[in-house]
């Protein structure tokens, strides 16, 4: 049976769980858990920080600006109450004791002290005023220094604990996506056909960014807000617990505006996470197949398409705006509505002297404090719905069980090197790129080492396939593909590649210079290996023509130069690995008669002392192979050398006769 290939579809994804993703993104985490810890402490100062302001002004008002009446002192020491508020004065201050004297029939003095009625304060000439209150002005400017200290220490460790939480959420950012970049490298092939470029482009890029937004602005937020939270409700229960409760009572309408919106935005999120995955794979599409949008005059339909995917994406937006639109303010309403209780029933004890004017205006700035992170837990929370919409789909990815299987643990141990490669042999080997449509039936041959074998067919027929069966791009429903002798899903398949070399119909360059491309990173040949790889792939005309020589940079996909000079770099790849096995996909398809000679001679090069198999359909080719086989229907239906295919005057032989007729590219290709 196949593997599951782990194929998903955007739209299937089943309902998620926020704790559980969270978990399974906390290894990521682990690494740099001392920064994250450090970053907690720093969060925890922060919010102390910011408690002790709205508390200063309460001090700065209550003591030195409108200080405490003596109905509110008499009822905190429970003593009769004077209706009257009194300044008291120091009359061993000679600056006091003159100003005392200047209005003596305004003041009451008993011995060395002095006191004023408030009301009477109106009275006294500005300058008196300001001797009388020295001591209250004076501790404004000490409570207005502690004040600028606190914002600048806070400023301070606000920039430290963001520098750390950056650095943690940039080499988390890093550490995942090297993870989901690696995971994508081991995926099989069958994987890539199933899912657009474009799709796994967002999943390393766009997700990625997301999951760095989560932990750099959700982590460090949320636990500033829920700590601030906390400090608030203590704070503001030991000011006066009846306020506060009946300040809470917006509470449970808070609560069920974010249960209704937290739904509503993950289904928004994940909607906008799929368009702008179609719009990458579309953008993609695009952009490979921009010669035959253009050479069948495609654009405008092309256009159109593009136009309703992003249309879609701006409903998607629309939708998540008018989520946003309602949620935030009503958190806005529901804050002010709590002040306007505060004022209302605060006011009231202000009045009849059950609580101090700079205890009410500190309970309206920790009332706006409180509602405040929760406004910011709300845009939080949008993030962590993104997040976690990204999230699944990693996931998905990281979850796929698109590898390719291997047999049994004792066996890779037992297999898990592969020093020469003896023996190649398919024993009954069925396979199919869909459960039910067999394109390999049965298929039985042995190739010894330095043998060629050569696979020839109608366009159809398999040859391909069997080769990605070696390679083990894919694995047989039956049967098995083996090397000296055992089935290769026993071997590494890394170890089993690095014994191979594929030249493909179409050779796949990088980005890069034609160095890079050849020798893959390899930094220790000597100036005569690289010549001489060069003359043996008859790629030394092609370097020595190019200003830079080895060093000319390719354009995307080798666009720069010729299918017949990118063939003969694909060659010299190929003889740069110096493979026991030498695996040929109709490597001379489409290739004018003048190169495709410089490629079969540099082919003929590098099949010298290897094993070799050559699918071809040009059998000119092929003639000289150690054996035929012949493929139709994806079944064997000839095997031999030329010469006893020839004899037969099978369909080897109408293939050969109908050679010299026509161009057989039409029949075989």
Not at 181 to 205: C, D, H, M, W, Y
Not at 441 to 468: D, M, Q
Not at 591 to 604: P, V
Not at 607 to 629: E, P
Request: glycine share 6%; charged share 25%.
């Amino acid at each position: 049976m196949q593997p599951d290939f782990g194929y998903f579809e955007e739209e299937k994804l089943g309902k998620p769980y926020d704790v559980k993703l969270l978990s399974r993104l906390y290894p990521y985490a682990r690494p740099y858990k001392v920064m994250l810890f450090w970053s907690i402490i720093l969060v925890i100062c922060i919010t102390l920080l910011d408690l002790s302001l709205p508390f200063v002004t309460k001090i700065a008002i209550d003591r030195y600006i409108v200080p405490q009446t003596d109905a509110i002192e008499a009822r905190l020491t429970k003593e009769p109450e004077s209706k009257s508020r009194y300044l008291n004065a120091d009359m061993s201050d000679p600056e006091i004791r003159a100003v005392v004297s200047k209005y003596k029939e305004l003041f009451a003095i008993e011995e060395t002290d002095a006191r004023i009625s408030y009301e009477k304060l109106s009275s006294l000439e500005k300058e008196d005023l300001a001797v009388l209150r020295k001591d209250d002005f004076a501790g404004l400017g000490i409570l207005t220094a502690i004040f600028l200290v606190i914002i600048l220490v806070n400023f301070g460790i606000n920039f430290i604990q963001k520098m750390i939480m950056e650095f943690a959420g940039y080499m988390i950012m890093h550490d995942l996506r090297m993870k989901l970049f690696a995971q994508i490298q081991k995926l099989s092939v069958e994987f890539f056909t199933k899912n657009p470029v474009g799709r796994l482009v967002t999943r390393v890029t766009n997700d990625i960014q997301n999951m760095h937004e989560l932990f750099t602005s959700v982590i460090s937020i949320v636990f500033k807000d829920l700590f601030l939270l906390l400090g608030i409700a203590i704070v503001l229960i030991s000011m006066n617990w009846r306020l506060a409760l009946i300040s809470f009572t917006v509470l449970p309408f808070v609560l069920y505006a974010s249960i209704v919106f937290s739904g509503r935005a993950r289904d928004v999120f994940r909607e906008l996470r799929i368009k702008i995955a179609e719009i990458n794979t579309r953008f993609s599409e695009t952009i490979g197949g921009i010669r035959v949008i253009q050479l069948f005059r495609c654009e405008e339909n092309n256009f159109h398409s593009f136009k309703g995917l992003n249309h879609e994406n701006y409903l998607a937006g629309m939708r998540q705006i008018r989520v946003l639109a309602v949620f935030m303010p009503l958190i806005e309403v529901l804050g002010v509505f709590a002040v306007a209780i505060v004022i209302f029933y605060g006011g009231n004890d202000v009045i009849t002297g059950g609580l101090s004017l700079g205890a009410l205006v500190a309970f309206i700035t920790y009332i706006k404090m409180f509602f405040r992170p929760i406004r910011d837990l709300a845009e939080k929370y949008n993030i962590l719905q993104n997040a976690m919409a990204s999230a699944e789909r990693i996931f998905l990815i990281l979850d796929s069980r698109s590898i390719l299987p291997q047999v049994t643990l004792d066996s890779i141990n037992m297999a898990s090197d592969l020093n020469m490669i003896k023996e190649i042999s398919f024993e009954n080997v069925s396979f199919g790129y869909v459960p039910g449509e067999i394109v390999l039936s049965g298929i039985s041959f042995k190739v010894r080492k330095g043998e060629t074998l050569a696979v020839v067919g109608p366009t159809g027929s398999g040859k391909t396939s069997l080769i990605n069966l070696i390679v083990r791009f894919y694995v047989p429903e039956s049967g098995r593909v083996c090397i000296n002798g055992r089935d290769i899903r026993e071997f590494e398949t890394s170890i089993l590649r690095s014994k191979m070399a594929l030249v493909m119909q179409e050779p796949f360059l990088f980005t890069g210079s034609i160095r890079e491309n050849i020798f893959q990173g390899k930094k220790d040949l000597s100036e005569q290996e690289l010549e001489n790889n060069l003359k043996v792939s008859n790629c030394k005309d092609l370097v020595d023509r190019l200003p830079m020589g080895l060093e000319t940079v390719l354009a995307s996909g080798g666009a720069s130069i010729s299918s017949g000079e990118r063939q003969l770099i694909s060659i010299a790849r190929a003889f740069a690995r110096d493979p026991q096995l030498i695996l040929f996909d109709e490597a001379t398809s489409f290739i004018d008669s003048q190169t495709e000679k410089k490629i079969q001679e540099a082919l003929n090069n590098l099949m010298i002392r290897r094993t070799s198999i050559v699918v071809a359909h040009r059998l000119s080719t092929i003639r000289s192979a150690d054996k035929i086989i012949v493929l139709s229907k994806g079944r064997v239906i000839e095997t031999g050398t030329h010469i006893e295919l020839m004899e037969k005057k099978g369909f080897y032989y109408r293939l050969n006769q109908l050679q010299n007729q026509t161009d057989p590219t039409s029949i075989l290709h």
